[in-house]
């Protein structure tokens, strides 16, 4: 599509009273500007972010996701406000669409409703019951837009309005041209203000354009509190289309799932599950209060109150409560209980005991175990690694397995056990009976 777009980014963030630039704040699982970027690429090649506080920063975690973007640094000592934020965009299209970096709920179909108007100028409002901290639209005679007034230069008059600038626009890049350099920072704030614009193209008898949309989704996030709202706004929209590709959630608003993660077919989550990064969750039921973080879960069921950390793939596999799996490969295992299993790849057929440790970190490097096919470890077993146990194996309880264990095998480190008749009585100096 032949438009740009400008997300403004370069504010300071003070209401969100906190050292991460406001844009940096997360929104189910990743930076609210991440959310913004990656929308508006599926209309537009042409991306401008502008940044001025921690402008570094910013751009070392969208360096993470994109590498096509182009970056502007406000010159904010001379030109500050959001007037200032798109002065030094160079538009590769003839409409420019900009977006403010605080706004994480807008997808594609929230910015193709501008894309696809034809007025020089388009504007966006709503209207609301509390319009404290928005500029008011301030409507003439004849019903159209004449001005946007800021709070906190409006009359009280001009508070009343319950009208607001929902702070998107749609510009074309010749008025721009023309009229940026004609905007002025007088005001309280001594900002230059976008919303100037909007009067400018009044006085030269351009007619605006405001589209009404949708205050649940052009909410600025502000504070922590409106970081609160819209969060519990996207993981409702992400559950739910989840439910309507056919995973079962149970008490969806209790579980938490990352924007990126991935579930299908006939999957259960149960409530209190949190699912993280990029999981893939494929016919598999995960159960109450269970973690899974960057990793793949198939034909496997899950918990309750498992942890699977990152890079695991588990696959056909029972792991039951207080199982820990880290950076690990499960196929066709069943580990019931009480286990920390990183670093190793176990495969099928295979039991892990109650209570079976991989000890991976020796305080200096980690470590691989690798278990085959048909394996019984008993409960209580540490495994050393590096280590081998190859196929058909068994491992007493209680064991601590420092070697390679060979094809067929038990292995068994146990000390006789001594019973010494009567030795409580002596101890506590009590008779028998
Ligand atoms: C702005 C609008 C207001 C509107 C509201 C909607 C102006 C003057 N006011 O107010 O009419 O109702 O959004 O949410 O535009 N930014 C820069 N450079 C700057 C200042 C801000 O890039 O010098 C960026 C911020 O990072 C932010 C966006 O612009 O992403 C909006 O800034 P913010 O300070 O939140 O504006 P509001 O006061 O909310
Ligand atoms: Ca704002």
């Keep these: 599509m032949n438009i740009s777009i400008a997300i403004m980014a370069a504010g300071f963030g003070t209401r969100m009273k906190s050292k991460i630039p406001k844009v940096l704040h997360k929104i189910s699982g990743y930076e609210m500007l991440y959310h913004t970027i990656k929308e508006a690429q599926k209309i537009s090649d042409d991306i401008h972010v502008i940044l001025y506080h921690q402008s570094d920063l910013v751009q070392k975690h969208m360096n993470k996701y994109f590498d096509d973007l182009n970056y502007i640094i406000q010159d904010y000592n001379n030109f500050p406000g959001t007037g200032g934020a798109i002065r030094g965009i160079n538009a590769k299209n003839k409409k420019l669409l900009v977006l403010n970096g605080d706004m994480p709920l807008l997808e594609e179909k929230d910015m193709l409703l501008f894309a696809n108007e034809s007025a020089k100028v388009v504007m966006s409002s709503f209207t609301c019951e509390d319009s404290s901290g928005y500029g008011r639209v301030i409507i003439d005679s004849n019903n159209n837009v004449e001005k946007i007034v800021e709070e906190k230069d409006a009359t009280n008059e001009e508070k009343k309005v319950k009208d607001v600038n929902a702070g ?70 992400i559950k739910k289309r989840f439910m309507e590709d056919g995973v079962i959630m149970r008490l969806p608003s209790s579980i938490y799932i990352e924007a990126n993660v991935q579930i299908s077919g006939e999957s259960v989550i ?131 397995v420092t070697k390679n264990v060979k094809k067929g095998s038990l292995a068994i480190n146990r000390e006789p056990l001594k019973i010494i008749d009567n030795f409580f009585y002596k101890f506590f100096g009590k008779n028998n009976g």
């Design 270 to 400: 149960e409530n209190g599950v949190s699912l993280l990064g990029d999981t893939k969750i494929l016919d598999s039921i995960i159960k109450t209060n269970s973690v899974v973080e960057n990793s793949i879960i198939e034909n496997s069921n899950i918990g309750p109150m498992a942890r699977i950390r990152p890079d695991s793939h588990i696959s056909y596999t029972h792991i039951g409560n207080f199982v820990e799996v880290k950076k690990s490969t499960l196929k066709g295992v069943k580990a019931g209980h009480l286990s920390y299993l990183g670093d190793c790849s176990i495969d099928e057929g295979t039991n892990i005991g109650c209570g079976t440790i991989t000890c991976n970190y020796d305080g200096k490097a980690k470590y691989k175990t690798i278990i085959g096919k048909n394996v019984f470890i008993g409960s209580d077993t540490q495994l050393v690694a590096p280590v081998t146990i190859e196929d058909d194996v068994i491992i007493a309880s209680g064991t601590t």
């Design 168 to 237: 998107v626009y749609l510009f074309d890049s010749d008025f721009l041209k023309n009229n940026l350099p004609k905007l002025t920072n007088n005001n309280k704030q001594k900002e230059y203000y976008i919303t100037d614009l909007i009067k400018i193209a009044k006085e030269q008898n351009i007619t605006v354009k405001a589209i009404k949309v949708d205050e649940e989704i052009f909410m600025g996030v502000n504070s922590k509190y409106h970081l609160s709202i819209a969060e519990v706004i996207m993981q409702n929209r």
